[in-house]
């Protein structure tokens, strides 16, 4: 039974996220991310917000192909396609990112776990990323399935990593260990196996709500004004381009491969 949980601990609060046993995500879920965001970030006594899985070894997988299957059809039936200057509207999953930008407070992903698809672009859109060493993949792999990652995936990458190494990452669906992605800068600390990647996230937290909560806000927002000036143009074509991938039929081939296969993007 998919769940998203929230949990304050002192002036943090912990909002899990489990959908067993593969960890996707959906559009259920992601409303209910979205809607518990929006509540501990809302909270005055909340200083800190931390996302984590509830799996384990596993954050979020990637979105169901189930559901993109169905979108593909929907959209190959309609036979339209999409343009990089169509403008296609905001969904909940770009209303929660942009929350997470746009917040106050600081938010860090604490990766407990594999980080793939959108688990990987709801970690670029935290201000910090700390992830448990293990045998564990972030990254984008929709290229595999036809399709361009659809919520900030190539947006937030390139600006997190540089273009080079996102272009590398996006065009071959590449998957990083944890140890190669603190090499490439995707995420802030590697944690050891043995130490709960939560405790961790937890101690990140504690330290940044001790400090002012104005100065923290204001260096947040001066630091991403810096380097975003114009990632949502970026991201209203990065929408358009992901719909139109969708529609495209072959996608609807790879993604209806990949299901009557058993396969998911850990196996691309």
Do not use: W
Request: aromatic share 6%; hydrophobic share 40%.
């Amino acid at each position: 039974m998919s769940t998203v949980t929230t949990q304050t601990r002192e002036a943090t609060a912990v909002i899990t996220v489990s959908n067993p046993p593969h960890g996707y995500m959906t559009d259920t879920l992601v409303g209910q991310l979205y809607r518990a965001f929006r509540t501990v970030e809302r909270a005055p006594e909340v200083r800190v917000v931390i996302f984590t899985g509830g799996g384990a070894g596993v954050f979020i997988q990637h979105y169901d192909l189930q559901e993109l299957k169905l979108l593909c059809r929907k959209l190959n039936d309609r036979g339209v396609r999409y343009g990089a200057t169509d403008h296609t509207p905001e969904r909940d999953m770009d209303l929660l990112f942009r929350g997470i930008e746009n917040s106050r407070k600081p938010v860090i992903a604490a990766l407990n776990g594999n980080a793939m698809g959108f688990g990987c672009e709801l970690a670029l859109a935290c201000d910090f990323r700390v992830m448990q060493d293990g045998p564990f993949s972030i990254g984008q792999p929709e290229i595999r399935v036809g399709l361009v990652p659809g919520a900030g995936g190539t947006q937030r990458l390139a600006r997190i990593v540089g273009m080079a190494r996102a272009l590398d990452l996006v065009l071959h669906g590449r998957r990083l260990s944890p140890a190669q992605a603190l090499a490439q800068g995707l995420i802030h600390d590697l944690v050891q196996a043995d130490v709960p990647v939560l405790d961790v996230a937890l101690e990140r937290a504690r330290d940044l709500a001790g400090l002012s909560p104005t100065a923290v806000a204001h260096g947040k927002k001066l630091v991403r004004h810096a380097i975003e000036a114009s990632l949502y143009d970026g991201l209203d074509i990065e929408r358009s381009l992901f719909v139109d991938t969708l529609a495209s039929p072959e996608a609807l081939r790879l993604v209806d491969s990949a299901i009557s296969s058993d396969r998911d993007f850990r196996h691309l």
